[in-house]
């Protein structure tokens, strides 16, 4: 990947980092008012994986344009939050790890999650969060979650304790001065 890239040109000093949250932003001792939500813009690819779910009688509900504090809220507000994975910026689609790999279980929801390469770094799939490659793939685990509350509280709950244990912004910042004094 990228850091082997730097280390090619010279550049030594590269550690991969993950996306964190600050976990004082969410709000405290929500009521889970719904099921499924996105947060995000809508490229057209998110808008195809939304309106196939909705087809198939997913009960999701979409958010865009929000505030950071009330993206926030939505989050804490659902049982499950999905994060697609593709990043268009480049000459090709291409898969990458997003805010919302941190965001979603620092809210304590379940993380159902396009795969990206890498993930199983830093949550342990399946047992922390949910992974999807495939539109199909992400109905069916849908259609199995939803009917399956305590297994959602379950990977949530996980999830929300390694969050808490390795990804929350005060930890993350502390390990990178620590690398950063490493070198």
């Not at 001065?177 to 070198?183: C, L």
Request: proline share 3%.
């Amino acid at each position: 990947g990228y850091i082997d890239k730097f280390k090619e040109v010279g550049y030594n000093n590269i550690f991969l980092g993950f996306w964190c949250a600050n976990i004082d932003m969410y709000p405290k001792n929500v009521e889970k008012k719904r099921d499924i939500s996105f947060c995000g813009g809508l490229n057209h690819d998110r808008r195809t994986y939304i309106e196939y779910l909705k087809d198939e009688g997913v009960n999701i509900e979409n958010f865009h344009g929000l505030e950071h504090r009330d993206m926030l809220t939505k989050l804490s507000e659902s049982r499950i939050g999905i994060n697609f994975s593709k990043n268009y910026n480049g000459a090709r689609p291409t898969l990458q790890m997003k805010g919302r790999m941190a965001e979603v279980p620092a809210a304590n929801s379940l993380l159902l999650t396009e795969y990206a390469p890498g993930l199983e770094a830093h949550f342990e799939i399946d047992k922390e969060i949910i992974t999807f490659k495939t539109a199909d793939e992400m109905l069916k685990k849908i259609n199995f979650l939803i009917k399956r509350p305590k297994i959602i509280e379950h990977i949530s709950s996980n999830g929300h304790e390694r969050f808490l244990r390795e990804h929350e912004s005060k930890i993350r910042l502390e390990r990178t001065i620590e690398k950063i004094m490493e070198f």
